[in-house]
């Protein structure tokens, strides 16, 4: 069973930053495209940045492209997401998901295996 597992969230000042990490356990690493979701109450979860299978290909959302970067270490199976400049409008649970096919997609469903979730809150 392939299982993400989020780490790095916290409360943070504006103008600051955070790295979030997942590590993903369970089936091949390098067969998942990576991405990162944000979803505040009430709203849907949104693509924010994703990553290829061997991160030749990278997506942003408008909203946090310059400021975000995400990445990923195949050998350690972890892809991360770099914050900085962090807004309160970044403030959401960010959600780690694999995707098995060979593209970056945008709807929820495309998307396999997911993680609990971590909070990051941005102070103004």
């Known amino acids: 069973q392939v299982q993400p597992v989020e780490s790095g969230g916290g409360l943070v000042q504006a103008g600051g930053s955070l790295r979030l990490s997942c590590v993903v356990s369970?089936?091949?690493?390098?067969?998942?495209?990576m991405g990162w979701f944000r979803q505040t109450p009430g709203k849907e979860r949104n693509l924010v940045a994703a990553i290829s299978r061997h991160g030749a290909t990278t997506y942003y959302t408008d909203s946090v492209k310059g400021r975000f970067t995400i990445s990923r270490d195949n050998a350690q199976k972890t892809v991360y997401l770099q914050m900085n400049s962090l807004t309160p409008e970044d403030t959401a649970v960010y959600y780690c998901?694999?995707?098995?096919?060979?593209?970056?997609?945008?709807?929820?469903?495309?998307?396999?295996?997911w993680g609990q979730g971590t909070q990051v809150t941005v102070s103004t």
């Open positions: 369970g089936g091949t690493f390098t067969v998942y495209v």
């Open positions: 998901a694999t995707r098995s096919g060979p593209d970056i997609q945008f709807r929820e469903s495309d998307w396999r295996s």
